[in-house]
């Protein structure tokens, strides 16, 4: 549990809309480059291996396989310098940190099950045909 008095500080710095994502999704981080007076978007995407903190703190770790080798990258979730997190491609895991990920090499190495998208159940009001509210009030 925080503080109330640090929850009290941190809030003005939380984004107002956090993205939505989870461990084993893939995704392209979006940061925000400074180069001198320019600014531009650079994008750094792979699969999210870990989640960690919460608040101000809250770090998220993305993993790419780069010329053969791992990189990885922590950013941190709230920062001003994160323009936006683009979910590409939803991963089924059971896991909440996928570190076992750093000992496979090549395709193994970002080889994870889909995640199949929850459609919302919408309860239909459909009456059957032989029945008076549907035909009218008539029958045959």
Do not use: C, W
Request: proline share 5%.
């Amino acid at each position: 549990m925080k503080n109330k008095l640090m929850a009290a500080v941190e809030e003005p710095g939380l984004k107002k809309e956090v993205p939505q994502f989870e461990i084993g999704d893939n995704v392209d981080v979006h940061q925000r480059i400074l180069e001198g007076e320019k600014e531009r978007v650079q994008i750094f995407s792979g699969l999210i291996i870990s989640r960690k903190g919460e608040g101000m703190n809250e770090m998220f770790t993305v993993r790419r396989i780069v010329q053969g080798e791992g990189v990885e990258r922590t950013f941190p979730l709230h920062s001003p310098k994160i323009a936006k997190v683009d979910v590409k491609r939803s991963g089924k895991v059971r896991r909440a940190k996928l570190y076992y990920l750093r000992d496979r090499i090549g395709k193994d190495a970002t080889r994870l099950r889909e995640r199949k998208k929850k459609t919302p159940i919408v309860a239909s009001s459909a009456v059957p045909v032989n029945t008076p509210a549907a035909t009218g009030g008539q029958t045959k």
